[in-house]
């Protein structure tokens, strides 16, 4: 089937403005992560979805920044007021229960620059 | 927390040659360990991982990785690279009791021809 969908591929906003980034994870995984990628750094674990549980929100850097999974499926990242050091990949990713030991699944990632 | 540690940014060879990728890592439980690969404008994608048993894990295009519990490490490596292995490969590490999967920096190998 279908790997991880995110939307849009790239993204371009102006800075204070708010962006929404999606994600469509892999049918049937109930597992969900979403990571950032800044330029010449690792990623960075954001926030972590499981089923029907509450979402791990421990990496998330501020309260501007905040995540959505609606029916266990679709998940959408929304950063409120962009600001420039917001420019980075985002990167979504889903496995099949959560167990930790399991493939995660990434998407392409949604570049986005705060201008 | 647990951290990653990649010791080179990039690593630069020849065709044909063996390369090492360095890989360390800190946590105060034990976790599991995963080398990802992602290759010029595309996603990133399992190598292999270690769970448990063998501490030398084979993975996908030839490459392989050692646990080395005592002095935490999961080094990647590979005998002979081929000029399609040029990518950015990621350490990662993910503890048995939650699922905050922490990534090392990246170390960029190129194959020069």
């Known amino acids: 089937g279908a790997g991880v969908s995110q939307s849009p591929s790239n993204k371009v906003t102006e800075k204070g403005k708010d962006v929404e980034l999606r994600c469509d994870p892999i049918?049937?995984?109930?597992?969900l992560y979403w990571y950032r990628q800044s330029l010449g750094q690792g990623l960075e674990f954001l926030i972590y979805f499981q089923g029907n549980s509450a979402p791990d929100k421990s990496g998330l850097p501020s309260d501007r920044f905040s995540a959505e999974r609606t029916g266990g499926s679709v998940s959408t990242l929304t950063i409120q007021r962009t600001q420039q050091e917001d420019s980075a990949v985002y990167l979504c990713a889903s496995s099949l229960v959560g167990t930790g030991k399991e493939t995660q699944y990434f998407g392409p990632g949604t570049r986005l620059l705060v201008l | 927390a647990q951290s990653v540690t990649q010791l080179d940014s990039q690593v630069p060879v020849f065709e044909e040659a063996p390369v090492e990728l360095r890989c360390n890592y800190s946590?105060?439980?034990?976790?599991?360990l995963f080398w990802y690969v992602q290759y010029p404008n595309q996603g990133l994608q399992l190598l292999l991982k270690?769970?448990?048993?063998?501490?030398l894990v084979k993975g996908i295009n030839g490459f392989e990785a050692e646990f080395n519990k005592s002095q935490t490490s999961f080094h990647l490596r590979k005998p002979s690279v081929h000029i399609s292995d040029t990518a950015e490969y990621f350490c990662?590490?993910?503890?048995?009791?939650?699922?905050?999967?922490?990534f090392g920096a990246g170390t960029r190998l190129t194959v020069k021809p």
């Open positions: 990662a590490v993910i503890p048995y009791n939650n699922n905050d999967m922490r």
């Open positions: 049918s049937g995984h109930t597992a």
């Open positions: 270690y769970l448990s048993g063998s501490t």
């Open positions: 946590s105060s439980v034990s976790v599991y």
